[in-house]
Structure formats: C-alpha cells, structure tokens
C-alpha cells in the first residue's frame, strides 16, 4: 500500500469513528478464496475504531450438504418453505460458516462470538401454504450485541433465529442484515455478495438514491438480474429506515471493502437515503485534495497544470464541489476587477459523478458569484471541453483581444492555443 492510500484512508477516519457497520457475508463468499483477506479488512476496520457487525447466509453450504446426503432441500435462501431436513441442514450449515468466521477473525487476532440476538417467531401460512419452519424476525436483542461491541467482540449472526421456546427458524440473511442494522442505527449496511453490484437492465447500478430504487422496483422489478433484485430490496429498505448508506460489492474483489468504504468512487452499487451537496470556498489545507483530484486531467491537457503555491496564493478563488463532504468536484474564479471581467477555471468533475448536472451546476454558481463580484462578463480558456461550455452553458467563442492584459500575456506565453469563450452577465 502507498503513502498516499494512507493519507486517503484518514480523511474517512473522523467521520466513521465509533460508527457500527452492519456487514452481510453470503455463504458463496464466506466459501471463497478471498475470505481470509476480507477478514484481514475487517480487522483493519476494528483497528480504526469502527464496529463491524457480522451476518452470513449459508445456502451454498445448505445446498452443498443435501448433495453430500443425497436429499432436496426445499429451499436454500430462506424465502420459501424450510421443511425439517431442510431446517437441519440449516443448522449445520450456518454452525460450520460461523466457525470459519471465528477461526478467520481468531487469525487476524480479533475476539468473536456467534450469538442468539435474532428473536423470531413463524412466516406463518401464505396463499394456503404453510411455510414450516421458516421464520420471520421479530425483533433483534440490540442489548446483547452492544454488549459485546461495547467489550470489543465481533458478534456473528447467523441466519437463524429462536422464538424461547426451544424453537429454531430459518430466517433469511439478507432480512436478518436489515433488521440488525435498523437495530443498531449502523451507519452502513455492506452486502458482500459473488457479484459486482445491482445489475438492472444488464447494466451495473453504481450510485442510485433509495427513491430512485423503490421507482424501479415497482415499475420494472423483472429488470433485476435474480441474484440482484433480493439485495435491491434489502437495502432499499434499510435506506428507507434511516439507514444512511447501503453498499453491495463483489466479495472476491481483492482490498474491495477497503475501496468501497475508504474512496468516493466505490467498486461496487452505492444506494442512499439521502445526499447532501454543497459548494464551499476552498481552504489551505484542500490544496492536496485539489491537486490529487485534478492530476489525470492535467496529465492529458484538459486542465492547467498549477503548483501548490500558485493555489494557496489564491485560495479565495477556488471552490469544492462535496456530496456527503467527499469532494467530487472543483472550480476557480479568477476576478479581474479593473476590467469588470472574471476567468472560470479549474472546472472538473470526478469521473464517477459525471452526467449528474455537477459541471453545469459549477458553472452557474461562479456565474452568480460573478455577478455578486459587480462583474460584467466571463469567460474561459478550452483545449478540448469548449463545446461542452458552447452547448451547456451558453458561451461564445472570442478572440485574444476580448482577455484583460495580464491575461492576454499569459494566453500568448503558454502556447496552448486554448479556444477562448466568453458569456455577457445580466
């Protein structure tokens, strides 16, 4: 790992600090090759002073004893019936992925205890069809769990729960991961699946708000691959229960959670209750964040190369774009009051946010900051995004003539022959 994935990692560490993330393991996952290092990644987390909450299915595993025992189960996710065998199954199936779990985390020198806090009672009778031993949470015993966070143990849920009356059910994991992050009031709910993400309409959902989900659930639910539509409900309703972020991501992805939890881009589907966006004024201590964001578009000649100290010069210049306080974008205004004219520059958005609005957004906040400047007009200096501030934010094309005289030199001394535009302010 680089320095500068360290440095990457700390911005996230105040924010997450203390916060409980609920993290949902299938039992495909927990089978796979790359467990050790995702429970290596756990441990880091647990390190940082994040609480990790640990939830696994099983019904690779489920399916994998009824063919060594030669009998059907009659269902494997804990959606549909759990007949007595099939229960049975269960129970050996979650008791030995709950073992790996320990023996994994007992490696990677963390305490662990698979516990009983999913209190359940029967799905009862549906459409004339008794569900047996299929059950539904009816409440998650946030106590115990809190406890054992509280004394720096990991719980381990299995997906299972208990009635008191010596009774066991089958529960869903995915239902289980939802109901123990609604509990806990987690801060994130990761699904760790042998899949990218949500895949609706075969294309990978990157970023979507909850409403955007529940629309697309309800008018087109068919779209969803099988293995993506039972996530896509879970986490849409963990969102919608005030759980501020729901990420599903390929388990097999080396370092994934890392990426998923510690960058803005992700690898995996992102869904969110909400999203606060602001523009702010930049600070000194942005300069890095600045420049480390804008250094692939310097590097191919869409930006201006600027040193840190050019930047800091002008700090009051410059602004951030933020979506939940991560900068995703960036823009300078460069007034030139004796000639009642202003420079947009810098203008760049991350590419995992374009085609959101953001650019356009950008340009007309330096257009009213412009105008409450007293300014008369803007204008800008393209290589290659001119037709982009032609079609979408209404400039023109100028000439040399039109840019203030120390701007001219510049212009004239750097020999990028940038398109030159410019837009009159009312």
Known sequence: MKLTDLRGILQYIPRFRDKIFVISLDGAVVEGENIGNLLLDIALLRSLNIQPVLIHGAALQIQERATQQGLTPSDCEGHGITDSDTLRLAIESSNMVAHTLLQGLASADLRAASTNAIVAHPKGIIKGVDQQFTGKVERVDHVLLETLIGQGIVPIIQPLGFDGEGRTFRVNSDSVAVAVAKALKAAKLIFITTQDGLVFDQELIREMAVNDLDQRLESQPQLFTSGSLSKALHAAEACRWHVPRAHIINGSIDEGLLAEVFSNE????????????????????????????????????????????????????YY???????????????????????????????????????????????????????????????????????????????????????????????????????????
């Open 320 to 426: 951030l774009f933020e979506t939940d306080h991560h900068p995703i974008g960036c823009i300078a205004l460069h007034p030139y009051r004796e000639s009642e004219t202003g420079e947009l520059a810098f203008l760049y958005v991350n590419a995992s946010h374009e085609n959101e609005g953001i650019g356009k957004k950008l340009m007309q906040f330096v257009e009213e900051r412009a105008r409450a400047m007293k300014l008369k007009q803007i204008f800008l200096l393209s290589t290659q995004a001119f037709a982009y501030f032609q079609t979408q934010g209404g400039y023109q094309e100028g000439y040399p003539d039109l840019l203030p005289a120390a701007r001219r030199l510049k212009y004239d001394q750097n020999g990028r022959r940038s398109k030159i535009l410019y837009k009159e302010l009312s």
């Open 266 to 317: 992700g690898i995996g589907t992102l869904i969110y209750a909400n999203k606060y966006q602001q523009i702010r004024p930049a600070k000194k201590k942005d300069v890095a964040t600045l420049l480390a964001m804008t250094r692939a578009s310097v590097a191919k000649e869409e930006l201006l190369r600027r040193t840190r100290a050019s930047i800091e010069k002008h700090i009051g210049d």
